[in-house]
């Protein structure tokens, strides 16, 4: 057992993060939407507590000049739910050629970053706990089997209760 790596340390605290932000961009969707037109056939959307993503076979500001699709920024879009909805694919032929959009609740991204987030933090407070049993540095990981003064040989640490000591 080793103390946890840099990259685990970082993705902890970036899920973390992104459960954190989550919240707030869930409620601030119920009042506004944003929405950026990625190409002319793409586009990207936070409104009503979903994230959607919609892809045309056609240029839509040729097709549709001055509509909501052309449009990139925040403005004001109240939302008539609370965004708790199910994921949603739309597909079909419109007038003017194909649309598809997939929609994504937050709520649901928010399970999928809680999830490997938890499980992280809890595999390292078990690294941590069980460090005594494995006779680990808790402040730098080094292994301590054999030592019997209780302080650690490469940080000075001292742990106490260790076996022959008092």
């Not at 902890?12 to 190409?39: A, D, M, R």
């Amino acid at each position: 057992m080793h103390q946890p790596s840099r990259a685990r340390r970082i993705l902890k605290w970036t899920g973390v993060g992104l459960l954190t932000l989550n919240p707030v961009i869930w409620i601030l969707s119920l009042q506004f939407g944003f929405q950026l037109l990625i190409t002319s056939s793409c586009n990207f959307s936070i409104w009503g507590g979903q994230v959607a993503l919609s892809i045309c076979d056609f240029d839509v500001a040729k097709a549709w000049p001055n509509s909501a699709f052309t449009f990139t920024g925040i403005r004001k879009f109240p939302s008539k739910n609370l965004g708790v909805t199910w994921p949603i694919v739309k597909t079909g032929p419109l007038s003017t050629g194909h649309m598809t959009m997939i929609a994504a609740p937050l709520w649901l991204l928010l399970l999928f970053t809680a999830i490997p987030t938890a499980w992280l933090w809890h595999r390292d407070s078990r690294l941590i706990s069980s460090s005594s049993d494995h006779r680990l540095c808790l402040r730098c990981g080094y292994d301590l089997t054999g030592n019997t003064s209780g302080i650690c040989s490469e940080c000075g640490e001292r742990r106490p209760n260790v076996a022959g000591t008092t």
